[in-house]
């Protein structure tokens, strides 16, 4: 079992849409949890942190579930400029700061 | 946010060369850098922990005699892909963590290989 699994994708959506992202992890040590965005060829960038008690930035919603060891992103509105792959990230603290990511799901969003 | 640059930004190479990749944070101290690696369609793969002042930890299946790591100073670490071969080719991204900010990585620009 991957420690980091996300929906395998990928997502096609119109512009205006809302699309959700899913994403479970294995190690219940975990601690801190992210989503970045990584444009092609690019290298990922820091999208939004995600708390237990589910925390929004703008369009952006993210929730976490620690019972169920899940993660989700909410994308309102969807933008073209949204096309991306996803990628949910888990800090394992206890192993000095190391990142897991998932495989990442690609959005493309269209006109 | 801190910048993380890396140089080169892609290099072509004959087989059995060794490259340098290097890694820097640019205004901020980083006591520990990771190198990731991640080839077409799948996700970052953490290669090795990166720490100033001594030896990198390697993650399991990463060979520490072909992915030389040094870290001598706090805004430097450097990745060496020694008697590079094809299957070596790829997209190799650092990150940098700033422990005044906390657990925060920034990612570095990456660096893409391809050898002949």
């Known amino acids: 079992r991957k420690e980091v699994e996300q929906d395998p994708g990928p997502f096609n959506v119109p512009e205006g849409a809302t699309v959700a992202f899913n994403c479970t992890y294995s190690?219940?040590?975990?601690?801190?949890f992210f989503w970045y965005r990584q444009d092609c060829r690019k290298e990922p960038k820091l999208l939004m942190s995600?708390?237990?008690s589910g925390n929004e930035d703008g369009r952006f919603t993210a929730q976490l579930n620690r019972a169920s060891q899940y993660i989700s992103l909410l994308i309102r509105d969807s933008k073209l400029s949204d096309s991306a792959t996803y990628l949910c990230v888990v800090n394992i603290g206890n192993q000095g700061g190391k990142l897991i990511f998932g495989q990442g799901t690609e959005l493309s969003v269209k006109p | 946010g801190a910048v993380v640059s890396q140089h080169p930004s892609w290099v072509i190479c004959k087989s059995g060369t060794s490259v340098k990749i290097e890694c820097r944070s640019l205004?901020?101290?980083?006591?520990?850098m990771f190198w990731y690696r991640q080839f077409p369609k799948q996700s970052l793969m953490l290669m090795a922990t990166s720490n100033e002042g001594s030896k990198a930890t390697y993650e399991q299946g990463v060979e520490k005699d072909k992915f030389l790591i040094n870290h001598a100073s706090l805004t430097l670490s450097t990745l060496t892909v020694t008697s590079a071969h094809p299957e070596d080719s790829s997209f190799y991204i650092c990150s940098a963590r700033d422990p005044i900010v906390g657990e925060t990585q920034y990612f570095g620009p990456g660096t893409r290989l391809l050898v002949l």
């Open positions: 190690n219940s040590a975990s601690q801190s």
């Open positions: 995600v708390y237990s």
């Open positions: 205004d901020f101290q980083a006591t520990t």
